[in-house]
């Protein structure tokens, strides 16, 4: 505890993601640590928020989707509720909370003070969804509709959603479904001229839809398709797209080496700052790695702002 007690002396945030009282209990909560750093940026994660009866349960990236609502909103409505295949939530908070921090940071150098930053990833889960959930608060408590075809969104009309063609899939967003219709050659879509029906009608005409685009290939609808500005393009997995132009030119890979002499592919950051893109090949230090280092800074009374992990 000694050695946490100094470290906040010299800390600009400490942040954590224990659950409500766990902090307390160790006599690291926001007050305590005020105490000992006055100026500090106190940042927490929990999974559900400081209060109510769900302040116990484990913050978990699937529980929260599932209790958010957001499995809901996946796949078509024959289909069970389907999470995202990414840890969308854990993301979401880690991003919030970072936002936060930057905010407090800028406060603290205009002014000298710190304060607290406190995200939940039920918070962050819910804003994710804040267009679907303002439209059930406004119209009516309506519960989403995932369409029954191709679903991609539960309150966009048709075509909207994913198709297969004679070889492969093809991606189609909003358009006008006569216009559709009569570039790739559907008489039967050209029938539904009232934009009404392009939602109330949806799971019919993206049916028509969906068997007329089986009748040829992904590259002859793109090149009807493309130059006459409809939006759609082609569904990549990992190894189609990495072999593509318009993702090599991001230079996204780098490879990164741990201490222990591990090197790994991954993506670099996703931000670029004046025309610098931020990428470093350091990996992430294994736990306790600095600790010796640590100890010999505060031996010598040298303040350890940064901790070189070469």
Not at 91 to 100: C, E, F, I
Not at 114 to 142: H, K, P, W
């Amino acid at each position: 505890m000694f050695k946490i007690r100094k470290l906040i002396e010299r800390a600009d945030v400490v942040m954590h993601n224990f659950r409500p009282g766990v902090m307390e209990r160790l006599g690291f909560d926001y007050e305590s640590v005020k105490q000992i750093n006055p100026s500090v940026i106190y940042a927490s994660i929990t999974g559900y928020g400081e209060e109510g009866e769900w302040t116990k349960l484990p913050g978990q990236d699937l529980l929260l989707q599932s209790v958010s609502g957001l499995a809901w909103l996946n796949n078509s409505s024959s289909a069970n509720p389907t999470p995202m295949g990414v840890s969308v939530v854990d993301m979401l908070a880690g991003a919030h909370l970072a936002q936060g921090i930057l905010s407090l940071l800028y406060q603290k150098g205009i002014t000298g003070e710190g304060g607290r930053i406190q995200v939940s990833m039920l918070e962050s889960a819910l804003d994710f969804q804040f267009e679907v959930l303002t439209c059930y608060f406004n119209d009516g408590g309506q519960l989403p509709r995932r369409s029954a075809v191709n679903s991609g969104h539960a309150y966009v009309a048709a075509p909207y959603g994913i198709y297969k063609t004679k070889d492969d899939y093809m991606a189609l967003a909003m358009a006008d479904i006569v216009e559709l219709g009569e570039l790739i050659g559907c008489s039967e879509l050209v029938l539904y001229s009232d934009k009404k029906d392009w939602f109330e009608k949806r799971d019919e005409i993206k049916s028509v839809l969906a068997r007329h685009l089986l009748n040829n290939t992904t590259s002859y609808w793109l090149d009807i398709l493309e130059p006459a500005g409809i939006w759609c393009s082609r569904v990549f997995d990992y190894e189609q797209l990495t072999q593509e132009e318009g993702y090599k030119a991001l230079n996204m890979e780098v490879v990164v080496k741990t201490n222990n002499g591990i090197s790994v592919k991954t993506t670099r950051s996703p931000i670029t700052i004046d025309g610098e893109q931020l990428s470093d090949s350091k990996g992430a230090p294994g736990l306790g790695e600095h600790n010796n280092e640590i100890d010999l800074k505060f031996e010598i009374g040298v303040k350890p702002e940064i901790i070189d992990a070469k």
